[in-house]
Nanobody
Framework: QVQLVESGGGLVQPGGSLRLSCAAS????????MRWYRQAPGKERELVAA????????TYADSVKDRFTISRDNVKNTLYLNMNSLKPEDTAFYYC?????????WGQGTQVTVSS
């Protein structure tokens, strides 16, 4: 059974940091491109960061460049998102996505709230 389980969300003050994790199981993790998406209330889901299967290529939304870092551990089958200098506009539900030509898997998400 395919599972993507996000964790690490929570409430943080502006300027703070969080590290999101996405634990994968039930599929060959190292063969999949991985992405983090987020969706804020009343807004469409947007791509935050993407990482190729081999870890050699990354993509970031302009709004998070130089603040967020996506990484993966293919031994632990885990995807990470390190988030620094958080802003109130980063408040959203964050989702992990595993993508290949044949399949597209999603986690249930974790809430990140940036507020003083």
């Amino acid at each position: 059974q395919v599972q993507l389980v996000e964790s690490g969300g929570g409430l943080v003050q502006p300027g703070g940091s969080l590290r999101l994790s996405c634990a994968a199981s039930g599929f060959t993790f190292y063969r999949y491109n991985m992405r983090w998406y987020r969706q804020a209330p009343g807004k469409e889901r947007e791509l935050v960061a993407a990482l190729s299967a081999d870890g050699g290529s990354t993509t970031y939304a302009d709004s998070v460049k130089d603040r967020f870092t996506i990484s993966r551990d293919n031994v632990k089958n885990t995807l990470y998102l390190n988030m620094n200098s958080l802003k109130p506009e980063d408040t959203a539900f964050y989702y992990c996505n595993a993508w290949s030509v044949a399949n597209d898997y999603w986690g249930q998400g974790t809430q990140v709230t940036v507020s003083s």
